[in-house]
T-cell receptor, first 115, second 112 residues
């Protein structure tokens, strides 16, 4: 079955530091890949996505590139802010048995950015 | 895109009781889902809420414990029945769009 593995947190960084959160996946077929973010007390929001190999998703300064050869989708940001403190979930989407897009989530990585 | 609301946003319940969570989507969607997020863990799919028919449950989840209704294309309910402290979690409603899933804000349930 499909699975997503992401680095364990929490990750603590100083403001303006470089962020990398690693994510690797196992899937049959050609999944779409996502990063979701969950700010404290809120629901999940889509941060970025990539639907095919070598695609780069980007949003709010975050980037991730779909690497089929290494089955990875690492999240990066050049300069984090305190407001980026949240839990980040890597996920993949593939057609389920019923023809719908079934989403498999990683365990989440908590990021804390300190001033 | 779709905007999803859930009620209640949080609740504290006694062991042995049941709670029904409502999910409202601001547009008609084909697929709706219910997830559970246990403390410090990732999201686990409970079931797919099918409009006009019985929900499709994932392994480890049963209808008697988590009955689901989906009377139309914009609304669904999840009931957590005969609750125990192990049911303390965040329950999230989700709707599928084109190559993306949208999530509600979640219902934080604490069972004493």
């Amino acid at each position: 079955g499909n699975s997503v593995t992401q680095m364990e947190g929490p990750v603590t960084l100083s403001e303006e530091a470089f962020l990398t959160i690693n994510c690797t996946y196992t899937a049959t077929g050609y999944p779409s890949l996502f990063w979701y973010v969950q700010y404290p007390g809120e629901g999940l929001q889509l941060l970025l996505k990539a639907t095919k190999a070598d695609d780069k998703g980007s949003n709010k300064g975050f980037e991730a590139t779909y690497r089929k050869e290494t089955t990875s989708f690492h999240l990066e940001k050049g300069s984090v802010q305190v407001s980026d403190s949240a839990v980040y979930f890597c996920a993949l989407s593939d057609l389920g048995g019923g023809g719908y897009q079934k989403v498999t989530f990683g365990t989440g990585t908590k990021l804390q950015v300190i001033p | 895109s779709a905007v999803i609301s859930q009620k209640p946003s949080r609740d504290i319940c006694q062991r042995g009781t049941s709670l029904t969570i409502q999910c409202q989507v601001d547009s008609q969607v084909t697929m709706m889902f219910w997830y559970r997020q246990q403390p410090g863990q990732s999201l686990t799919l409970i079931a797919t809420a099918n409009q006009g028919s019985e929900a499709t449950y994932e392994s480890g989840f049963v209808i008697d414990k988590f009955p689901i209704s989906r009377p139309n294309l914009t609304f669904s309910t999840l009931t957590v029945s005969n609750m125990s402290p192990e049911d303390s979690s965040i329950y999230l409603c989700s709707a599928a769009g084109y190559n993306e899933q949208f999530f509600g804000p979640g219902t934080r349930l604490t069972v004493l």
